[in-house]
């Protein structure tokens, strides 16, 4: 189940790298040019990569919470593992389209996939939190109280970069990229050390 | 051998991304109406992402009646994962021509694959049912039956799927997404819970 | 080192799908006669799809005669996945050219990647035959001698086929197929059963 | 831990297929002349294949030396696994442009690359080496000096071959194969044998 999960984020993760493309086809610049005419495409490839990093983060913490997997969570764990293959379909988008007039629509699409996403692990959670035999025993009241407050900080930020979008994709953009900093820092300092196979 | 298996769903089931596409390459359509338009591309990933993951659930109760896996069950196995491997191909097919003069004829590739998936599942499994050694001897005569009507279901509705395919591709979509709900539904109540490592 | 040699061969599987593609772009066919049309792309991915699935059979039945991995092995092993990720591209190149003027030459690379391939295995098991601690001490020399008369097979067949392909590219793909069908067979009946973690 | 990581590599190495393509469209070439103008594609195919794959033997026995995972070192594995992901995107503008006037654009962007990669390899070490809760207690002084100076000899070398590709992006593209067969080398004597999962 986690080892299925993490072949879907890591598959993910390296798909992005299709919506690089070389920049000289159907244009007379130069590669040198075209290239630093892409950067939205190295932002968004970067901003999406590592927030993919993060969620594989996140899922591993979560799996810490888990006593017993049943269907209905499968189910939402597969809606969480949907969302986030949209994410190579809607970094290219926001890649092409950052510096045109639909740079708006692109920036909604990217933000609203990022919020979809953060909704999907509201789910997934509120479905383990309600479910005392999904949920370990072991985990108390605060530990619970602490997760779910984590997660509803993700949608509503989200949306704040959904509505920025109306007037600025590049800021929307940059709210996303404010989001991954902060969830990259928690995911950095809570995440528990773990002993390796090759030492046990 | 169940860990190559999920290999093969879970990247099947992230390369059904690629079949979203940039709606404005070659289009004078605003990227927000070419989205609208790709309706039934979004649809028809949807469908084939749940399925592919319903498959996999599927995939690990019938291994909880596996005592021994041999030659011709991987041979059998491979052909499950062939069949599953066309879905990113025929999916791209229906959400390129669902709106189109060729709607029917993408609707039966569509449901035909699916037919070939339920087709590969009932063949794999009779293989099972008539080796003693490969079919665990814990497993009831009752279990084997319902096992057994479970899996006619499928390629019984895909049938009527692929016929409905020559009078409307739309109406064809709409029986798939019937069956899928019925096996999501199925799949939910009879996964088996099971514990995670973590917590072993 | 086994998973992550199942991951090289079962994402190259999935890739295949790549090389199928919608008929109707770029000409005025309809969808149905442009399906029909692409019966080399069909064909050629269901004999590589296959190849691959044998191979991997075999992957996993050389390491049951492997004690110990080292370096060399496992670059070796590399060359091995290397011409293995070699087949969606050659498989899309006689699909699209097997019809066409090109057709032996595209043939000729089919066939020469499977060579690549086959002489992949007899360096990778000549080396191991011939480093007592890579090798199990338990396999005797008529299982040595069998496994080599097995893999010496391949290249000569391959050689066959590529020669063939200077006189018709069909023929040559029809002498990969019943290479495949005899490596298929022995596959099947020699692999031996394995119990399955669940039933351990 | 190890087992994402793999996949991202794995799936990077098999990637890099996608950057072959069929060189008969919009050309006249025959397929034989347009296969053998394409050998700036199939080298750097080998090159950056070879590479992830040594990349990936390394970073297995950086396993060996590891004693306890936490945050920081995931997500300095991730920026690993980042620059990885960008070989297949920089190996196709190599392959696209190494005859062309932009020789020396798409091999400083190829070589830049790799010079990212090995930056990222000793980020990743230096971190390690200053957390012992990281680092496993039996690794020696020595051990450590002399990983240290494997790590830094890789990005010295880039910088070479950098640089040269303001003259020659074929020469830097040589000095990059001569790295990668110092550390093949290095990686093909130091591995330790392992005992595999069949035999244990």
């Not at 407050?149 to 940059?174: C, D, E, K, N």
Request: hydrophobic share 55%; no cysteine.
């Amino acid at each position: 189940m986690e080892a299925f999960s993490d072949g879907v984020f890591a598959f993910a993760m390296t798909l992005l790298v299709l919506g690089l493309r070389d920049p000289t086809i159907g244009s007379t610049n130069s590669l040198f040019q075209g290239l630093l005419g892409e950067w939205p495409a190295f932002l968004a490839f970067g901003i999406s990569f590592t927030t993919i990093l993060v969620m594989w983060m996140n899922h591993h913490n979560l799996f810490t919470y888990i006593w017993r997997i049943d269907g209905p969570f499968m189910l939402l764990n597969g809606l969480l593992l949907l969302s986030a293959t949209l994410i190579p379909f809607t970094t290219s988008l926001v890649s092409d389209h950052l510096l045109s007039a639909d740079s708006g629509t692109a920036a909604q699409v990217y933000s609203g996939t990022f919020l979809f996403v953060a909704l999907a692990w509201n789910l997934l959670w509120q479905y383990v939190i309600r479910h005392p035999g999904v949920l370990a025993s072991t985990v108390s009241r605060d530990e619970i109280a602490r997760t779910t407050r984590q997660f509803i900080f993700g949608p509503t930020l989200y949306i704040v970069s959904f509505v920025a979008a109306f007037f600025s994709g590049i800021v929307s953009l940059a709210i996303v990229l404010v989001v991954l900093a902060i969830y990259a820092y928690y995911a950095a300092i809570t995440t528990i050390g773990r002993r390796t196979t090759e030492s046990i």
